[in-house]
């Protein structure tokens, strides 16, 4: 099979609607998996994006399909459910799309009588969005939710993958978009990033944590209800908040990038009206500059200091941490905003050649350095670098404003969906995982790379397609990337079937593949779950 049929042929499983395996089936062992690898993984992403005739128009809006890789004993099972969502439920009993999503915005069917089009149309002044949880499967308390960016999360039962409930975030804190990527601390409890823009007094960014003790399952109570505000920040631009996928957590401090990629509230509010979907009121100003705010975690404080870069677009943050009076984090950036644009539909069924011209203009991802000086004051020197760390090359310079200059030190090109040793999150680090993107959105490689011998190792497999890879540490590991790397692999060679990878973490060897014996879906994010027992 050559390259361009092999990329055809990609697009075409990347965009075909993916299937249920609704009892777990066992994969086909080749190699060794780790004895102490008991656990599992379970993976989200959009795998339905046709629903009787109509179709999605965003690769992103695709419905819920949520994945369980259980590993015991040496064996490993696949099973895979759609979420039960009431959009999904929705649409099912019309047999069409009838809930919007992010890229495509959806109208009453015509053959509905006019007080029905006409409550459709009423509905619509304040967008309610969407419960279609694709992007990640995160914590709060014991609970376990496939979750997006919207004021919507579904809890699932990890195990069964049954679709347990709904919640709304706006219950419990003044928010009504939330991200799909938390942090959690070493004690369990789970940090998470919101934007309150209408209902909730004046508009503003919200950080806010779930304690690990919240879940109460004999009550039947979401561990939301005990959610607790750390702290908030108005908006730079009151019409106009920054959009955010993300954010960084070390030790003391929560990072969060203000990019000059913004939502536009008026055109978000009245796009329904306007004939055009809720993605395109993303607009990145690339004359703008990004600001960087840190806040103490404990006390909700902000750091005084004005921190500001160059216009970037950030959706993944890789690390964050302290060290010398310094915050220290690594972000995956870009210079422009076209990586959603990349994810239509009609995009992404070019072939080859013409996505690569129409794409050739395209910022790649790039791996940053950014470093902020704690100790600085009115005192400190203008124009130079109060970045005093001898292994970065990345500054910080103060203005004559006051105001400081941050410059990064460029890591690496050409990697997204990092992912580290999260047992290291907040800490000191050296070593970063991530799916390798080169002419197009689909990965083709897991690399590692290295921070302070600035080197790289990869796996690749010609016509295989990894998903993001997931680290596991070894039962009492002391080195850093003592464990393994999970990495659900597609291809769409009929002779290869979908396989569970499990690499060596130091090396990137391969120590087992797991054939499963049904069609597997490329997805976006999940989360491992050791066993307790």
Known sequence: MNESSSAANMQSLFLQNGKETTEPVKAHVKGCVPAWLQGTLVRNGPALFSVGDTEYNHWFDGMSLIHSFAFKDGEVFYQSKFLKSHTYEKNAKADRIVVSEFGTMVYPDPCKNIFSRAFTHLSNVIPDFTDNNMINIIRYGQDYYASSEINYINQIDPVTLDTVGRINYRKHIAINLATAHPHYDDEGNTYN??????????????????????????????????????????????????????????????????????????????????????????????????????????????????????????????????????????????????????????????????????????????????????????DSPKGANLVTLSDTTATAVMKDDGEVYCQPQTLFQGLELPNINYKFNGKKYRYFYGSRVDWSPQPNKIIKFDTVAMTHVEWHQDNCYPSEPVFVASPGAVDEDDGVILSSVISPDPNTSPFMLVLNAKTLEELARAAIPVSVHLDLHGLFIPNTN
């Open 193 to 378: 990033m919101g934007t309150s823009i209408v209902g909730f007094g004046p508009p503003k960014y919200v950080i806010f944590k779930v304690p690990a003790n919240a879940s109460a399952c004999e009550q039947k109570t979401p561990a939301l209800r005990r959610t607790q505000q750390v702290c908030s920040l108005p908006f730079r631009s009151t019409l106009f908040p920054s959009y955010f996928h993300s954010f960084g957590m070390t030790e003391n401090f929560i990072v969060f990038v203000e990019q000059p990629f913004k939502v536009n509230v008026v055109k978000l509010a009245t796009a329904y009206f306007r004939g055009i979907n809720w993605g395109s009121c993303l607009k990145f100003n690339k004359d703008e500059p990004t600001f960087f705010h840190l806040f103490n975690r404990r006390t909700g404080k902000k750091v005084s200091t004005r921190f500001s870069g160059d216009a970037l677009v950030v959706f993944h943050h890789i690390n964050a941490y302290e060290t010398e009076d310094h915050v220290v984090f690594d972000l995956i950036t870009y210079k422009d905003s076209k990586l959603y644009d990349m994810f239509y539909m009609k995009n992404l069924r070019m072939n080859t050649s013409s996505f690569i011209e129409a794409n050739s203009n395209a910022s790649p991802p790039v791996s940053q350095r950014f470093v902020l000086p704690l100790n600085v004051n009115k």
